[in-house]
C-alpha cells in the first residue's frame, strides 16, 4: 500500500489545480451516500434531500414513472416514489443522477469516452449490490454506490489531470504493459490512487475511500478485517465480471487482473452466475433507456465467459491430485540437455524405437492461448506429419476421452466415435493413444502415439511404461521453462523491463556472428536521452525513473519482433535491426526521435521547462572489417555529433562516400 503522504503528493502533482480547489462532490449525493448506511434512515429524510434539487427531483420522478416500474399512475411527488419503490432504489436512482451530470455529462470529448465509462460503472454498481445481496451483506446499498465510484480517477484524471486521460489512452493502449503501470509511468499516479485521495477530501464514506484505493490490490490479507476484505473483494469481482462482458471503463482489451483473494471471498458456486447477469441485464436495460446506452444480452453466454475468463488466471489445466510419475531414470529418456529442441525430439526417437511406435506427436499447453500446440513430431517429413504439426486444441472445448486423460492424468486409447473424431482425423488414424505430460502434479502436454493400419494394437500395458518416460519428459520441460524464465530474469533490466547490458552483449555477439556467416546487414542505434541529468535535478530520481520507462515504452512499441531492444546504461538504449539497410535504419531511428518528442509535448505540463526529447546515431555491419564492440563505438560517435548538432536529431555513423555497411568503424 502507498504511503499516503507520498500518495497525496504525487496525486496533487498529476492535477492541474489542488485536489482542495477542485469542484466538490454533490452536496445532495454526499449526503445520500451518508444516509446508505444509517438504519434510522427514514422516507421523510430521503426525500427532503432530494426536494433540495428540484432538477434532481424531476429526473428521479421520470425515472420511477418510467415503463420499467409500471405503475398504473402518475407518481407526483418524491414522497410517494419512495413509499412505493422504497428508499433503496429512490436513493440509487438520486446518486446515479447526481454523479452523472456533475462527472459525465460536462466535459470533453476524447478518447475516453464518458458514456462508456458510465455504462460501466452502473453495471458494476448493480453486479457488487446484487452480489452483496446474494452472499449475505447487510447493507449492499453501500455496496452499490462504492460500485459506481470506483473508476473515480479515471474521470478526475480526464477532468482535471495535467496529462488528459483521453491523451494517455491514445499513447498507451498498444503498449503491451497492465493499464496501472502505464498510468504511474504518466501520470505518476494511477487511477485508483487519485480516487482514494479524492474520495478522501469530499469525505465520502469509508467504504467507497477503500474500495477506490484497494479494488485492484494484489492482496486484502493486510490491514482488512474480513468483512471490509469481502466489500473490496465483491466490487472487484464486479468489475472483472463486466470486463468479460465487453463492457470496461475504456474501449480496450486489458481485463483487469483478479486477485486469489477476490475468489477466496466470492465464490462463483455462492452468486448464481447466469442468474445474477439475467437480472443485471434487466435493470441495466431501463436504466440505459434513460441515459441512452445500449448493453449486450444473452446471460449464459457471458457467464460462461467469466467463468473462461476466471480460469485463464492459472497456468494449464488446474491440477489435480495424481500419482507423482516414478522417479527412476529411464534410457529412453536422454533429458541431460536443458534444450527442448534437443530432449524433446531425442525421447520421440527413443520411444519409437524401444516400442515400436510408428508416430508420435508432442502438444504442450500455450496458457495464453488456452491451448494444446503441436511443437514435435516423428516422422518428421511425412504429409501426415505436417498435418499433425498445424495441430492445435483449445482446451475449453475438448470433449469425449480425451477430457476423461486430462482429468484423470493417465494414459487413455482414444477410439472412433462421434466425439472422438474431431480429434483422430486431424491425426490421421482412426486410433490413437494420449499420454499426460507432467511435473510436480501440473499437466504440460500431452503425447500422442499411433501405429499404422496394418501395424500392432495399442495397449493399455506398454502405456504404463510410456507415462514413466512422459512423466520423466515432463521433469526436463519443468527444469526447461525454470532455466530460461530465471535466465531472462537475470538479463532484464528492472526498471525499464528491457534487455540489461548482459543480454545487450550477447545479443550483439550473435547479431556480429550471424553476418559473419551469411554477410546480413544489421544496424546498432544508440539512443540517448536529451538533457537526462536535469530531470532528475528538477523534479526527482523518481520522476527521473518515469522518464526512463516513457522512453522504453515508446520503443518498445515501434520494434519488430525480430528487432533487439535493450537498456545500454543511464539514459541511453541501444537497438539492432536485422536485416536493416540504411535507409531502413534512418528511418525506424527517426519514427523513434518523432515518437518520443510527440509524447514529451504531451507531457509538458508534467514537466513544465524541460522538453523530452532524444538524440540517436546509427551504425551498420555486415560482419566485415569490424567487431561488434567497433560498431557500437560508430554508434556512439554519430550520438555525439547528434547532441553536438544540436540535440533531438538522428544522425548516421556513415557519410554517402563511407561503406554503409563498414559505417566509419
Known amino acids: 500500500m502507498d504511503d499516503p503522504n507520498n500518495r497525496e503528493s504525487s496525486v496533487r502533482a498529476a492535477l492541474r489545480q489542488d485536489v482542495d480547489d477542485l469542484p466538490p462532490a454533490p452536496a445532495a449525493a454526499v449526503k445520500l451516500l451518508r444516509l446508505t448506511s444509517d438504519q434510522d434512515t427514514d422516507i421523510a429524510t430521503i426525500s427532503r434531500v432530494i426536494e433540495t434539487e428540484p432538477a434532481l427531483a424531476a429526473k428521479v420522478l421520470h425515472i420511477v414513472n418510467s415503463a420499467f416500474y409500471g405503475f398504473p399512475r402518475n407518481i407526483q411527488s418524491i414522497h410517494r416514489a419512495v413509499t412505493l419503490l422504497g428508499l433503496s432504489a429512490v436513493r440509487q436512482a438520486a446518486i446515479q443522477i447526481l454523479f452523472f451530470e456533475s462527472l459525465v455529462k460536462r466535459g470533453r470529448s476524447g478518447v475516453f469516452d464518458r458514456l462508456f465509462f458510465w455504462q460501466h460503472s452502473l453495471l458494476v454498481a448493480i453486479l457488487s449490490r446484487s452480489i452483496g445481496e446474494r452472499l449475505g451483506h447487510p447493507e449492499p446499498d453501500s455496496l452499490y454506490s462504492a460500485g459506481l465510484l470506483h473508476d473515480l480517477g479515471k474521470v478526475i484524471l480526464e477532468s482535471y489531470g495535467r496529462i488528459r486521460y483521453s491523451d494517455f489512452l491514445g499513447i498507451a493502449s498498444n503498449s503491451g504493459n497492465p493499464t496501472r503501470h502505464d498510468e504511474r509511468t504518466f501520470f505518476g499516479v494511477t487511477h485508483d490512487m487519485v480516487g482514494a485521495v479524492v474520495c478522501e477530501r469530499w469525505e465520502l464514506p469509508d467504504l467507497v475511500c477503500r474500495v477506490q484505493e484497494l479494488h485492484h490490490a494484489p492482496s486484502l490479507s493486510t490491514g482488512l478485517t474480513p468483512r471490509e476484505a469481502q466489500e473490496v473483494a465483491i466490487v472487484a469481482m464486479a468489475d472483472f465480471i ?158 469425449g476421452d480425451l477430457v476423461r486423460c486430462l482429468r484423470e492424468r493417465r494414459p487413455t486409447l482414444i477410439q472412433e466415435s462421434r466425439e472422438n473424431d474431431d480429434i483422430l482425423m486431424p491425426l490421421g488414424v482412426s486410433e490413437a493413444a494420449a499420454v499426460p505430460v507432467m511435473s510436480n502434479g501440473r499437466l504440460l502436454g500431452v503425447l500422442w502415439l499411433a501405429n499404422e493400419p496394418d501395424g500392432l494394437p495399442l495397449v493399455i500395458g506398454y502405456l504404463q511404461e510410456v507415462q514413466r518416460v512422459a512423466g520423466e519428459l515432463g521433469i526436463a520441460l519443468e527444469r526447461s521453462r525454470t532455466f530460461a524464465l530465471e535466465r531472462a530474469k537475470a538479463e532484464i533490466d528492472e526498471l525499464t523491463r528491457l534487455s540489461n547490458r548482459r543480454a545487450v552483449d550477447r545479443f550483439l555477439a550473435q547479431a556480429f556472428q ?36 516513457i522512453v522504453a515504452d515508446t520503443m518498445r512499441s515501434m520494434t519488430r519482433p525480430n528487432d533487439f531492444l535493450g537498456r545500454y546504461g543511464g539514459e541511453e538504449f541501444l537497438f539492432v535491426l536485422v536485416d536493416s539497410a540504411g535507409n531502413g535504419a534512418l528511418s525506424y531511428a527517426e519514427r523513434v526521435r518523432a515518437a518520443i518528442e510527440r509524447r514529451g509535448r504531451l507531457l509538458v505540463d508534467r514537466f513544465p521547462g524541460h522538453a523530452l526529447t532524444a538524440s540517436i546515431g546509427v551504425a551498420l555491419c555486415d560482419g566485415r572489417g569490424a567487431d561488434p564492440s567497433q560498431v557500437v563505438a560508430a554508434a556512439d560517435r554519430a550520438l555525439y555529433r547528434a547532441k553536438a548538432g544540436g540535440r533531438n536529431q538522428v544522425v548516421p555513423a556513415w557519410t554517402p562516400a563511407d561503406s554503409p555497411a563498414l559505417g566509419s568503424a
Open 242 to 399: 463486466a470486463w468479460t462482458q465487453g463492457i470496461g471503463s475504456v474501449d480496450n482489451l486489458n481485463n483487469p487482473p483478479l486477485s486469489p483473494d477476490v475468489l477466496m471471498h466470492v465464490p462463483l458456486d455462492a452468486i448464481d452466475l447466469p442468474d445474477l447477469l439475467e437480472r443485471a441485464d434487466a435493470e441495466i436495460t431501463e436504466i440505459g433507456t434513460f441515459y441512452g446506452l445500449q448493453f449486450p444480452t444473452s446471460m449464459q453466454l457471458r457467464a460462461n465467459m467469466v467463468t473462461a475468463a476466471i480460469g485463464l488466471r492459472g497456468t494449464g489445466v488446474p491440477e489435480s491430485s495424481g500419482e507423482r510419475p516414478d522417479p527412476r531414470l529411464s534410457h529412453t529418456a536422454p533429458h541431460q540437455s536443458l534444450d527442448p529442441e534437443e530432449f524433446i525430439p531425442a525421447t520421440l526417437d527413443a520411444l519409437h524405437k524401444e516400442f515400436g511406435i510408428d508416430a508420435l506427436l508432442m502438444m504442450q499447453i500455450e496458457p495464453k492461448r488456452r491451448s494444446l500446440v503441436a511443437t514435435h513430431t516423428l516422422p518428421r517429413s511425412a504429409p501426415a506429419a505436417v498435418n499433425r504439426m498445424r495441430m492445435e486444441l483449445a482446451i475449453d472445448t475438448l470433449s
Open 514 to 549: 550471424q553476418a559473419v556467416e551469411s554477410g546480413r546487414l544489421f544496424a546498432v542505434g544508440l539512443v540517448d536521452i536529451d538533457r537526462f541529468k536535469s530531470f532528475n535535478d528538477t523534479f526527482g530520481h523518481q520522476t527521473g525513473d518515469d522518464v526512463l520507462r
